[in-house]
């Protein structure tokens, strides 16, 4: 395990029950070098979505526990955020959820010299993410083949 997935591992497992004790759920947690600097973000939503009061409250939670556990060596920046509108589908729970719902699918390489795929989420496994088109047509992606799934955005 890399030492990026165990410090997401680590914050996720600490910040899972202050995140719970709100009353959220805990979507995401990265741990990415942006321009130089490095950032810890969570991700947390509701039903109805989360104010920035919320991320607030989660921040000032958290931040003590960071300070106490200090188990990340480099410097970096913690940000407690929305996943937002198009927030990518990357846990069973997230594909449980949309089951039925539009995806948009983006692979790294082209598959029939497409790589951008929208169809309705038909079924999903450790291995697969399955979507049906308009006309019936389901086919079937490898995880591994799969930059990004999210809900697709109709404007």
């Given at each position: ?40 973000r969570?991700?947390?939503?509701k ?94 992606f ?14």
């Amino acid at each position: 395990m890399s030492r990026k997935e165990q410090y997401e591992q680590q914050t996720e497992e600490l910040l899972e029950p202050i995140v719970a004790g709100f009353g959220f759920e805990l979507v995401d947690v990265e741990y990415v070098k942006e321009a130089g600097t490095w950032y810890l973000r969570a991700y947390i939503d509701k039903p109805g979505g989360i104010t920035v009061d919320d991320c607030e409250a989660v921040s000032r939670k958290f931040s003590d526990v960071l300070d106490e556990r200090d188990y990340i060596e480099d410097a970096y920046i913690f940000e407690v955020s929305s996943p937002g509108l198009g927030r990518p589908l990357k846990k069973e729970k997230d594909f449980k959820r949309s089951m039925g719902e539009e995806v948009e699918i983006k692979t790294y390489r082209a598959i029939d010299r497409q790589k951008e795929f929208t169809g309705i989420l038909k079924d999903y496994d450790k291995d697969t993410v399955t979507i049906e088109y308009e006309d019936g047509f389901l086919q079937i992606f490898q995880k591994s083949e799969i930059a990004l799934v999210r809900l697709a955005l109709d404007f």
